[in-house]
């Protein structure tokens, strides 16, 4: 029996970041990886995922800081793979990219349940006077209805604003040394991943912009992965910075969480 394939689009926006520069060529870095030979193309359960992926390429944003016109290009983007059934898997880019994707999700999926790794809530109303900025996504997503519920994990910089947020938003924080609270039996409707690799601690991750060390592990990503019940309609992995990697250490991590996410869609679709 065939088996539908799984988009991969690719959205090389970095405007949006503060501090460093960099992720615009995460998508690029994550490509190579997934396709080294260094590796193979299966799954942890010996699942052939990397012929189901089907690369649509990248977005073609101007990447200009604060741009609702690169915003309503990746909307588009993801609208034109929701449309043909694809799930879709989206490499960043800065976290900024989120935003967008999720509105094209709401326009499907109106009983969206978003899982968020992270060291960061990313839900500051806006950073520098930039809305639109990495540091916001979620934000205007919950401001335009995107998701029903939000559940992020391994938070460890939340500021007292953040904080104001999410309790606003009835949002569920869990830091890094709380993962035992992170309820799977809880989750409802269909679910939305989003990896920041800074969710992971900088020893397994070093090549993001934002180190922050008392993150989690690989393994403990790839637990939560694997226990997320599904549907999993999309994801994406963001915040790589190949300026600041280490003989490619992150981008390969980045192109593991790929693969364990195309097996977890397939498996509860």
């Not at 690169?70 to 990219?97: F, K, N």
């Not at 993150?215 to 637990?223: A, I």
Request: aromatic share 4%; with cysteine.
């Amino acid at each position: 029996m065939a088996v539908d394939p799984i988009a991969l689009l690719g959205i090389p926006l970095d405007a949006n970041s503060s501090f460093r520069f960099g992720c615009a060529t995460g998508p690029a870095a994550i490509r190579a990886a997934l396709h080294s030979t260094s590796g193979n193309d299966a799954t942890e359960r010996s699942v052939d995922v990397v012929s189901l992926l089907v690369d649509v390429g990248d977005v073609g944003v101007t990447n200009v800081a604060g741009s609702e016109a690169d915003a309503d290009v990746i909307t588009a983007a993801v609208r034109d793979q929701l449309g043909a059934d694809r799930q879709i898997i989206s490499l960043g880019g800065d976290h900024s990219v989120t935003y967008p994707i999720l509105r094209a999700m709401r326009e499907r999926f109106h009983e969206l349940t978003v899982v968020h790794i992270d060291a960061h809530p990313d839900i500051y109303d806006d950073l520098d006077g930039n809305r639109l900025s990495h540091a916001s996504p979620f934000a205007r997503a919950l401001e335009d209805g995107c998701m029903t519920s939000l559940v992020q994990l391994g938070i460890r910089t939340a500021t007292p604003h953040q904080v104001a947020q999410s309790e606003r938003w009835n949002v569920t924080m869990i830091s890094p040394r709380e993962l035992d609270r992170f309820d799977v039996a809880a989750l409802r409707g269909p679910i939305y991943l989003t990896i920041d690799l800074d969710g992971l601690d900088p020893s397994c991750a070093p090549g993001v912009s934002h180190h922050e060390p008392g993150g989690l592990t690989v393994r403990e990503v790839l637990d939560v992965v694997d226990a997320l019940p599904g549907p999993i309609v999309g994801a994406d992995v963001v915040e790589l910075n190949p300026t600041r990697d280490l003989v490619d250490m992150t981008a390969m991590v980045a192109a593991k969480l790929v693969k364990e996410i195309a097996g977890a869609m397939l498996a509860r679709r």
